[in-house]
């Protein structure tokens, strides 16, 4: 009888903080809404809060009972590591346990900026943080929100992408509160993301060299200038093969993906045009194109940019606006891979489940 009434308190318990996040407020860019939101961080809340990269879902990096909320409220596999952002060189110390010279270099160069490194985890950062790892990603971001809410809130923030798991990422507010709505506590809304994919993930290797283990918008080419040597990882482009170890739990994930099937496109735009003839009769199907002012195509099109930076800014809410406009398979003109190209194509073939068809 006991165990019985301890087993429904406890159930009456869960219901409870189950039902304490009832609606998920929306917090303006103003001062006291960024107080309150620093307060709900500080008291082990999940924040949905803007970067320069895409939206985050922010908590205490060193609460462990913060932390897995973020990863409920994602559906978020538990080896899938968070990245710790700080707000100055001196918190650093105090979330990464060794900081090679390479380190340092880089930070200096791309900090405050779209760039995440892993490192030797500090022991004051949780396990259930770092997915189970003994490293831990770290980045410094530049947006003026995110940085101001480290400050006000005197915690390192843990936060990954604020959609649910395996959807396109947020870059707007109303992204999160959709996604998110009843499952937080708050979302602030600091307009739209400037660079619109996360950051660049890299691990430092020996002799100075870097592996880029996701692309984004500080390229190869950026990070060649001051380490000796820059590796793509294969995942970044290829699908894993069964049984295949990999470098960041992240690769092992479906990600990016509308609820319409998203299929891939290299080729000219004549021949993407006839496919697209071709596939005209099929139920729902809509094309996104690179160019703007491309032929006519026999499906609906949409644009996601002309240029590099414009595609990584679109990329994510195009993919959205399919779903809202009913699209049942998006053809997507292929960017190029080079440059921040590397991170939009990333994220593309992600979003297609590798399915891409050469015209
Ligand atoms: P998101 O939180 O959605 O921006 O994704 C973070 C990405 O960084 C995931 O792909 C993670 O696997 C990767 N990541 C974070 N921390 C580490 C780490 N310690 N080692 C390797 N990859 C990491
Ligand atoms: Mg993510």
Redesign the pocket.
């Known amino acids: 009888m006991l165990l019985q009434q301890r087993m429904s308190w406890h159930v009456w318990q869960d219901n409870r903080k189950k039902r304490d996040i009832v609606e998920t407020k929306l917090f303006a860019d103003c001062a006291a809404d960024l107080m309150q939101a620093a307060a709900l961080l500080k008291q082990g809340s999940v924040v949905g809060i803007p970067t320069e990269t895409v939206y985050g879902l922010a908590a205490d990096a060193r609460n462990p009972e913060a932390v897995r909320q973020i990863f409920a409220a994602k559906g978020r596999p538990a080896d ?4 710790v952002h700080i707000a100055d060189m001196a918190e650093l110390e105090q979330v990464a346990a060794k900081i090679s010279p390479l380190a340092i270099r880089l930070a200096e160069r791309f900090w405050p900026g779209p760039l ?1 490194m ?1 490192l030797p ?1 500090h022991p004051s950062i949780p396990s259930v943080t ?2 189970g ?1 003994d ?3 770290v980045r410094m971001p530049l947006h003026p929100v995110a940085r101001a809410l480290i400050c006000l809130s005197g915690v390192s923030i843990a ?3 604020a959609n649910r798991s395996g959807y396109p ?1 947020p870059t707007i507010a109303q992204h999160v509160m959709r996604d998110m709505q009843g499952k937080i506590a708050a979302v602030l809304d600091g307009g739209a993301c400037t660079v619109g994919v ?2 660049t ?1 890299i ?1 430092l290797e020996q002799d100075d060299s870097v592996r880029i ?2 692309p984004g918008f500080v390229t190869a080419e950026q990070l060649e200038t001051v380490a000796s040597h820059v590796i793509v990882d294969p995942a970044v482009l290829h699908e894993l093969q069964k049984g295949q170890t990999v ?5 092992k994930y479906q990600h990016y993906s509308p609820s319409a099937r998203v299929t891939l496109v290299e080729g000219s735009q004549t021949a993407f045009a006839a496919l697209m003839e071709q596939c005209s009769k099929e139920n729902g199907v809509y094309a996104l194109v690179c160019h703007n002012g491309q032929n006519a195509l026999s499906v609906p099109a949409y644009t996601y940019g002309d240029t590099d930076e414009e595609q990584a800014q679109q990329i994510f809410s195009k993919l959205r606006e399919m779903d809202d406009i009913g699209a049942k398979h998006v053809f997507v003109e292929a960017p190029r891979k080079e440059g921040v190209g590397l991170a939009v194509y990333n994220r593309l073939i992600r979003a297609a489940g590798f399915e891409v068809i050469q015209v």
């Not at 470098?247 to 690769?251: C, E």
Request: aromatic share 0%.
């Open positions: 899938n590591p968070l990245i995440t892993v985890k770092s997915g790892l490293t831990v990603g936060a990954p992408s990422s996360e950051s993930v691990a283990l996701r470098r960041s739990p992240g690769m």
